[in-house]
């Protein structure tokens, strides 16, 4: 029997490795770095990027619900949910469920790490936010 970890596995170990490494030093380490980038690719860069220009907020509703949104390059918001690799974007459809080439998109690779590297920024929204969101993403 393989007891190899699963790539989703080895995905959630390095974000949260990433995390420490940032929390700790304020930067990220050229390990963690190659790391993430064997894993993520070219994707990574623009994840970063995204990062580095606070295009991603933690929308939080009145009831404690929550999801991200990021704001791609183009200006375009993309939402993100918690513990998830769904995104609208068409890197999600054709990179990652089609051709599979790696296992997460730019935003939400970009929403993970700035949660956590605690870079995200909250936003204080109303639950039927959060339920429009819902209602429109498909």
């Known amino acids: ?4 970890p699963s790539i989703a596995a080895v995905v959630e170990s390095l974000l949260k490795v990433a995390g420490e490494n940032y929390k700790a030093s304020g930067q990220l380490s050229p390990d963690v ?3 993430l980038h064997l894993i993520h690719g070219p ?3 623009n994840a970063l990027d995204l ?3 606070t295009k991603v907020v933690k929308a939080v509703s009145t009831s404690g619900r929550w999801l991200y ?6 200006g375009t918001p993309y939402y993100c949910f918690p513990h998830s690799i769904y995104c609208q974007c068409m890197a999600f459809k054709y990179a990652i ?7 997460l998109c730019k935003h939400v690779l970009a929403a993970r790490l700035a949660d956590e590297m605690g870079l995200v920024k909250e936003r204080k ?14």
């Open 97 to 103: 469920l089609k051709r599979r080439e790696r296992p």
């Open 125 to 138: 929204v109303s639950d039927e936010y959060i339920m429009d969101v819902l209602a429109h993403v498909y």
């Open 1 to 4: 029997m393989n007891q190899s």
């Open 33 to 35: 770095l190659v790391s």
């Open 69 to 74: 949104q990021v704001t791609g390059s183009a």
């Open 51 to 53: 990062v580095d220009n």
């Open 43 to 45: 994707s990574l860069l």
